[in-house]
DNA sequence: GACCAGATGTACT
DNA sequence: GTACATCTGGTCT
């Protein structure tokens, strides 16, 4: 990767501002690749790189929480303002974190599915009893709970320098680094279900997987 | 790689 | 009240 990371360095970085999540979610979703997500926590900073997110397009998306126009208690914040963090609880075990983008009113995420560590990397492998490679931190869950991230985070301004938020530190990624496809667990949605709206970069072997 | 149990919040009847 | 969920970890092949 790029030059190492550090505590300070990371801390300097502007986080990414609510303008960036405000276009379309699909071009948010391919954007957000590459890019950090940082997490205060009792242990200390850490800083991951997102590999991989799904886009949710909202209302005409059987696959997403607010397909047809669905509101509740748990997806409000997906109808708000966009650049905050939509975490949902599910499977009575884990954690899924999703970042809201467009216009308030335009229902809309791109969720979090799999980073690799970039800094603080003992804090979350131990967040993850112990587990290393794709173990650590591939899958909604496992990203979760890696990070520390539950309902008390949802909502969470991803614009400012607070528990959780997310910064561009200037990698770019090629094109062809990239992997575009259907979503996963997504099976029951419909014509929805093979809508190509997965994106997925593999940082260390570029040629290699889905 | 395929299969399956696990534990509970959420949505809907 | 009840069906099912944007999954994960363990087991077996």
């Known amino acids: 990767m790029s030059k190492p990371l550090s505590r300070r360095a990371l801390l300097r970085l502007a986080p990414l501002e609510r303008r960036f999540y405000q276009r379309d979610t699909t071009e948010v979703a391919r954007a957000l690749l590459g890019t950090l997500l940082l997490r205060e926590l009792p242990e200390g900073l850490v800083a991951v790189r997102l590999v991989?997110?799904?886009?949710?397009?909202?209302?005409?998306?059987?696959?997403?929480?607010?397909?047809?126009?669905?509101?509740?208690?748990?997806?409000?914040?997906?109808?708000?303002?966009?650049?905050?963090?939509?975490?949902?609880?599910?499977?009575?075990?884990?954690?899924?974190?999703?970042?809201?983008?467009?216009?308030?009113?335009?229902?809309?995420?791109?969720?979090?599915?799999?980073?690799?560590?970039?800094?603080?990397?003992?804090?979350?492998?131990?967040?993850?009893?112990?587990?290393?490679?794709?173990a650590l931190l591939d899958g909604p869950g496992r990203l979760c709970q890696g990070l520390g991230l539950d309902r008390a985070d949802n909502g969470a301004d991803l614009t400012s320098r607070g528990g959780v938020w997310l910064a561009d530190d200037g990698l770019r990624l090629p094109d062809q680094w990239v992997r575009r496809g259907p979503r996963v667990g997504v099976a029951s949605a419909g014509e929805a279900a093979a809508w190509p709206l997965r994106f997925r970069v593999e940082l260390d072997a570029p040629a290699a997987g889905t």
């Open 52 to 134: 991989e997110v799904e886009a949710y397009l909202g209302v005409g998306d059987r696959a997403c929480h607010t397909f047809a126009g669905r509101r509740t208690p748990r997806t409000e914040v997906m109808w708000g303002e966009a650049g905050r963090l939509y975490v949902y609880f599910t499977y009575g075990m884990h954690h899924c974190a999703n970042v809201v983008t467009r216009d308030a009113g335009v229902p809309e995420a791109v969720l979090l599915r799999g980073a690799v560590p970039g800094f603080g990397r003992e804090a979350v492998v131990a967040r993850r009893h112990g587990r290393e490679g794709r």
